[in-house]
């Protein structure tokens, strides 16, 4: 049961501004006062959602720039075929142990 009032003094200006934004939604003026104050109320909330936004973004430059890397990397390793090299050594290796475990 809303019986309280609460009265405070606002420019021809300020009146206009109201009006206009609670006219432009679907809530009658009263209503849209109320939301209106329950959301600076909840300025503390609001802050906390623009953080975590603004952390959002930053991980996704960043998860951006690792995606970037990687491609970078797996094109010099394609161009250079240097995991074949790799590969060709793992393979010498593999001899070499064998030769070494045959001397024995």
């Given at each position: 049961m809303k019986n309280k009032t609460i009265r405070f003094r606002i420019s021809d200006e300020?009146?206009?501004?109201?009006?206009?934004?609670?006219s432009n939604s679907d809530?009658?003026?009263s209503d849209w006062i109320r939301?209106?104050?329950?959301?600076s109320?909840?300025?503390?909330?609001?802050?906390?959602k623009l953080l975590w936004v603004s952390e959002v973004q930053k991980l996704t430059r960043e998860i951006s720039?690792?995606?970037?890397?990687?491609?970078?990397?797996s094109k010099f390793a394609n161009t250079r075929r240097?995991?074949?090299?790799?590969?060709n050594f793992t393979?010498?290796?593999?001899d070499i142990r064998?030769?070494?475990?045959?001397?024995r």
């Open positions: 300020q009146y206009s501004e109201i009006l206009n934004s609670a809530k009658n003026l939301e209106s104050l329950k959301i109320s909840d300025k503390n909330l609001v802050e906390k720039r690792i995606g970037n890397n990687i491609n970078q990397i240097e995991f074949q090299e790799i590969e393979d010498l290796l593999d064998e030769k070494v475990h045959e001397l």
